[in-house]
């Protein structure tokens, strides 16, 4: 049997030495993609649970793709109201009042776009909308430039029978022009 010296130890040690290396750089990355992986979970809104990374990167994936679909719907509407704005702004002969009314089940959503020198009062509008069994929640008032933007959200007085929306909007047509 050989005597272990000073030396030989040394030699394996040197010899051992980039392994060790190796082993602790791949320990650190493990550890760094676990944290990673860890942050892209609580990112995601309902992240698989105690799935494979793999599982947890498709899942992300999807959910980009998901949300760059939304941005390009959303960035579209933008657009069309944009244009519409810009359309109904347009010359001061031009600025007359708009209206659009949405039914959602129950609730009926009134938006009214006039300019500043108006030509009804917003108690008519209301009195329109009770009239035709709508009870008025609330009413938003905004304005930007020379446009006044009216939100007026109301819910039928009898939800069986409900709002008929086609005949709201007619009268309020009338109202406005």
């Known amino acids: ?3 272990a010296t000073k030396k030989g130890i040394m030699l394996r040690q040197a010899n051992n ?12 990355r493990r550890m760094h993609m676990k944290d990673l ?22 899942h992300a994936a999807t959910h980009i793709k998901n ?8 960035n579209q509407k ?15 002969s031009s600025r007359s009042p708009v209206v659009l009314v949405k039914e ?30 709508a009870r008025v929640v609330t009413v938003n008032q905004s304005t930007g430039g020379e446009r006044i933007i009216y939100r007026i959200y109301s819910q039928a007085v009898s939800p ?8 709201v909007h007619e009268r309020l047509e009338e109202l406005i022009s």
């Open 1 to 3: 049997m050989r005597k």
């Open 67 to 74: 949300l760059q679909v939304r941005l390009d719907t959303l």
């Open 160 to 167: 069986r029978i409900g709002i008929e929306t086609s005949r």
């Open 78 to 92: 933008k657009l069309q109201l944009e244009s519409r704005s810009n359309h109904i702004s347009t010359g001061s």
């Open 17 to 28: 030495s980039p392994k060790l290396q190796r082993n602790e750089v791949e320990k650190n």
């Open 104 to 133: 959602f089940g129950s609730t009926l959503e009134v938006f009214l776009m006039c300019g500043l020198n108006k030509n009804f009062f917003l108690h008519e509008v209301i009195s329109v909308l009770e009239e035709e069994a």
């Open 37 to 58: 992986y860890g942050k892209l979970a609580v990112l995601i809104p309902t992240p698989p649970s105690k799935s494979s990374s793999h599982m947890l990167l498709e």
